[in-house]
């Protein structure tokens, strides 16, 4: 068995995706993980996580890094956090079922899913009268995750992104680039 001392605040430096302390030790085991399997070498790590929160988004989120997202679900499972599905899907009762499914067959975990309701509830409800209707309506995701109590979120929608951090400047959030939106620094 080894113990692996890791200092967060380099990690963040390496890994983007890394918001928290938290975060930062998970996503570096991870990748430890992955980097291990590769070499087909196998040993025990310990690590302590502290409780989060944590928010998920699920299309081009969830989807676009199934490994490192189930891991990451799993992680705060068993530390004793919690994991919240909040997504812009229809808030439908067939919707949800398949929802179910697909975090089942992509192996998250998960405590609670939001689908956001629909445009009517989302004008009533959004305190905020200068925001377009669109923006109202992914304000949604906002408004759950801070009565939830979320330390941290992903997303890959930029008014989304836009939103957390004028609104909810409390809550960590982190945008998830599509490989295909990436360009090579490189040309």
């Known amino acids: 068995m080894h113990t692996v001392?890791?200092?967060y605040r380099?990690?963040?430096g390496i890994f983007p995706l890394a918001l928290t302390p938290q975060?930062?030790?998970?996503?570096a085991i991870y990748s430890l993980r992955v980097y291990v399997s590769m070499k087909i070498l196998l040993f025990e790590t310990t690590i302590v996580v502290y409780m989060i929160n944590l928010g998920l988004d699920i299309d081009n989120t969830i989807t676009e890094q199934p490994e490192f997202f189930?891991?990451?679900s799993k992680c705060v499972r068993e530390h004793g956090g919690k994991v919240y599905i909040v997504s812009s899907r229809?808030?439908?009762k067939d919707v949800l079922e398949g929802t179910k499914e697909d975090l089942e067959e992509l192996g998250i975990v998960w405590d609670e899913i939001y689908l956001l309701p629909k445009m009517d509830v989302a004008k009533k409800n959004c305190p905020h009268g200068e925001l377009n209707d669109s923006q109202k309506y992914n304000w949604q995701k906002?408004?759950?995750c801070k009565e939830m109590g979320i330390d941290v979120f992903f997303d890959d929608d930029d008014q989304v992104i836009f939103l957390f951090t004028r609104y909810a400047p409390e809550i960590k959030v982190s945008k998830i680039c599509r490989a295909s939106n990436v360009r090579s620094p490189f040309g």
Request: hydrophobic share 55%.
């Open 5 to 7: 001392i890791l200092d």
């Open 10 to 12: 380099s990690i963040i």
């Open 23 to 27: 975060i930062a030790v998970m996503y």
């Open 70 to 72: 189930r891991f990451l």
């Open 90 to 92: 229809t808030n439908h």
């Open 142 to 144: 906002v408004g759950y």
